[in-house]
């Protein structure tokens, strides 16, 4: 976004890539079809950045989702808005986008330069380059760092600045998992995390549907409807990562966390008791709740993983158990795995058009900023709006 700003503007752009193709990442994003932006509105759109809405906010009110479906629109890319308001492309494909894209940022004079993976700065200022051909210098007139964040190392984004700006006083703090899976702590005496049963009989199936309860650190209490996925570890999906920020700062600061489940969201607490309290006559527990509760398959055995015998077969623990079921979480998974990241450049150590105060000329954007965001399209939204943002800044930087 920022090569398209800036050669608009009649400036020549280089833009130098490591890995052997351009927009990798942007591709995987793709992959289950390509979530561009959201459709709901502005206001509730930006409150989704939490701590960093004040510094993202204008980024956005200048690069709006509706702009970003205007922009996809230009480069002959019709878009749609999905029942949850998440924004598709019509053809749920992120490739014809990306070569469209491409093709114009080509036909714009910006030049492509792959494999060529920075290595920070030498003794003079100038940019350091592995390249096929040999280490490269280069000196520009201005910079814009856009190098990700440290999720899917494998796409590029390793994390490896980090240290580099750190070096040179740049206000930078230590990149964290964000729209991740988390490890679940021992659900008994002998074991790390789940059962062998639960593990080898149910790992990669979706629970469904599900609501997840969960009270942070500042004592405010969350509650949302969905479905999440249990993996050997523990649990990751759509409805983990509504919740990762807090959970994830929860563990930082108290080791653990603790969600609880509504197995019956359908049900009130009334229902769940009148219905486990029923005489089951000679009937199996596991027959009752599947005929009286609809409760079977990995909701059943959450059940038996979580509760004592003892708690099973007392009806008023049962019920509350069923609409409130505790999982106690004890880490994040690897940032490698996670969609996304925190951490990076401080909002602080910069100006408002995102160039480093540490080092004038050099601007920064998209993950490798100091912001998260849930799924459901913020994520490239932001991404885009501060690319477009440091575009901006080095439009005002070139012309002083």
């Keep these: 976004m920022a090569a398209e700003v800036l050669s608009a503007h009649g400036i020549q752009v280089d833009l130098y890539d490591s890995m052997p193709s351009v927009g990798r990442k942007f591709l995987l994003a793709g992959r289950g079809g390509l979530n561009l932006t959201h459709a709901e509105a502005l206001p509730r759109f930006v409150s989704r950045y939490a701590a960093r809405e004040a510094q993202l906010a204008p980024l956005i009110d200048a690069f709006t989702p509706d702009d970003l479906r205007a922009w996809a629109q230009g480069l002959g890319i019709s878009t749609f808005v999905g029942t949850s308001q998440r924004v598709f492309p019509t053809d749920m494909k992120a490739a014809p986008l990306l070569r469209a894209w491409l093709h114009r940022l080509r036909e714009a004079g910006v030049r492509f330069h792959m494999r060529h993976r920075w290595l920070g700065w030498d003794e003079s200022g100038a940019m350091r380059f592995h390249t096929p051909s040999g ?8 910079t814009v760092l856009a190098l990700g964040g440290g999720s899917w190392s494998r796409l590029g984004s390793d994390g490896a600045w980090w240290p580099w700006l750190q070096a040179r006083g740049v206000d930078v703090t230590p990149l964290q998992a964000a729209n991740c899976g988390f490890d679940v702590a021992a659900t008994g005496p002998d074991r790390t995390g789940w059962s062998d049963f639960l593990q080898q009989k149910f790992a990669g199936q979706p629970i469904k549907p599900v609501a997840l309860q969960f009270t942070d650190q500042h004592g405010h209490t969350h509650r949302q409807q969905g479905e ?20 994830r700062d929860q563990i930082a600061a108290h080791g653990h966390a603790t969600v609880y489940l ?12 009148a219905e486990t309290s029923r005489a089951r006559g000679p009937r199996s527990l596991s027959t009752h709740l599947k005929s009286r509760l609809g409760i079977q398959g990995l909701k059943m055995a959450l059940l ?3 509760l004592s015998p003892a708690q099973l077969n007392d009806p008023a623990q049962l019920a509350q158990a069923l609409k409130a079921l505790p999982i ?4 994040p998974r690897p940032i490698d795995e996670a969609i996304s990241n925190a951490g990076g450049v401080r909002f602080e150590g910069l100006n408002a058009h995102l160039m480093l105060q540490q080092l004038p000329g050099v601007f920064c954007a998209g993950e490798m900023l100091d912001w998260e965001a849930p799924t459901g399209g ?8 501060t690319g477009r943002q440091s575009a901006q800044g080095v439009l005002a930087y070139l012309s002083t």
Excluded: C
């Excluded at 509504?262 to 008791?273: I, K, N, R």
């Excluded at 913020?378 to 709006?385: G, I, K, P, Q, R």
């Design 228 to 247: 999440f996925v249990m993996t050997d570890t523990g649990v990751e999906g759509s409805l983990i990562y509504a919740f990762s920020a807090a959970i």
């Design 328 to 331: 106690t979480l004890k880490a």
């Design 378 to 385: 913020y994520l490239l939204t932001a991404s885009m709006a």
């Design 135 to 142: 280490e490269l210098t280069v000196s520009p007139r201005a």
């Design 262 to 273: 509504d197995l019956l969201p359908s049900h009130t607490p009334e229902q769940v008791l």
């Design 304 to 306: 038996h993983e979580v």
